[in-house]
T-cell receptor
Framework: GENVEQHPSTLSVQEGDSAVIKCTYS??????FPWYKQELGKRPQLIID?????GEKKDQRIAVTLNKTAKHFSLHITETQPEDSAVYFC????????????FGKGTKLSVKP | DVKVTQSSRYLVKRTGEKVFLECVQD?????MFWYRQDPGLGLRLIYF???????EKGDIPEGYSVSREKKERFSLILESASTNQTSMYLC????????????FGPGTRLTVT
C-alpha cells in the first residue's frame, strides 16, 4: 500500500541555524504534499503545501521542495527560532481518493536558544 | 476561519464501556476524518466520510465504528473500550472531493483503565 517515510524522527538545532526534514512517498500518482506543524498540546496546523506541478514553494522562513522523479520532498526552515519547536508531519495525497492523505510519522524539532 | 471542535479534551473510561467521541465542523465541509495519534506512529486513519450517512474504513478500523447523520457532525464510537485504545483522537475535515487540505480539531485524549 501507499507509504510515506519521514526522517529524522528527532532534530535538535541551535537558534538561527537551518533545519531540514525529508519525506519519501511510494505512490507516483500522489499530487499534493502538505506539511503540518503541531505544537505541544495543540492541533496540527497546515504551514505549507506543494502540488506536483511545482518544484519549490517558499513562505518567509519556510520552503518546501519536491523531486517527483525521486519521489521525495523536503521542508526547509531557515533562521530557526524557539517558537519553531514542534512536531512536524509530512503527508501525501492518495491515488483514487477524494481527499485522503497518508502521513509520515513525524519529526520532533527542538530549537535551542 | 474554519472551526473544528471535539466534544471533550480529556476523557477517562473503563474497559468495556461504550464511548462516543463527537466532532463538529462549521464550514459546510463534505469530508470528515477520524485519526488516532500515538507517539512514534504518527497519524493513522480510522474512518472517513465523504457525505452524510456515508462511511469508509481507514487503515485501523477494528474496534471502532462511526456515524454521520448530519453533514457537520461525525461521531467515533468505541463499542467496548479496551486499554489498547488509550490514545489521542483527532478529527479533521476538508472542503470537498479532491480538496486535500485538512483542518484538525483540538483532539481528545482518551484513557481507558
Amino acid at each position: 500500500g501507499e507509504n510515506v517515510e519521514q526522517h529524522p524522527s528527532t532534530l535538535s538545532v541551535q537558534e538561527g541555524d537551518s533545519a531540514v526534514i525529508k519525506c519519501t512517498y511510494s505512490d507516483s500518482a500522489s499530487n499534493y504534499f502538505p506539511w503540518y506543524k503541531q505544537e505541544l498540546g495543540k492541533r496540527p496546523q497546515l504551514i505549507i503545501d506543494i502540488r506536483s506541478n511545482v518544484g519549490e514553494k517558499k513562505d518567509q522562513r519556510i520552503a518546501v521542495t519536491l523531486n517527483k522523479t525521486a519521489k521525495h520532498f523536503s521542508l526547509h526552515i531557515t533562521e530557526t527560532q524557539p517558537e519553531d519547536s514542534a512536531v512536524y508531519f509530512c503527508a501525501a495525497s492518495i491515488r483514487g481518493s477524494q481527499g485522503n492523505l497518508i502521513f509520515g510519522k513525524g519529526t520532533k524539532l527542538s530549537v535551542k536558544p | 476561519d474554519v472551526k473544528v471542535t471535539q466534544s471533550s479534551r480529556y476523557l477517562v473510561k473503563r474497559t468495556g464501556e461504550k464511548v462516543f467521541l463527537e466532532c463538529v465542523q462549521d464550514m459546510d465541509h463534505e469530508n470528515m476524518f477520524w485519526y488516532r495519534q500515538d507517539p512514534g506512529l504518527g497519524l493513522r486513519l480510522i474512518y472517513f466520510s465523504y457525505d452524510v450517512k456515508m462511511k469508509e474504513k481507514g487503515d485501523i478500523p477494528e474496534g471502532y465504528s462511526v456515524s454521520r447523520e448530519k453533514k457537520e457532525r461525525f461521531s467515533l464510537i468505541l463499542e467496548s473500550a479496551s486499554t489498547n485504545q488509550t490514545s489521542m483522537y483527532l478529527c479533521a475535515s476538508s472542503l470537498q472531493q479532491s480538496s486535500y487540505e485538512q483542518y484538525f480539531g483540538p483532539g481528545t485524549r482518551l484513557t481507558v483503565t
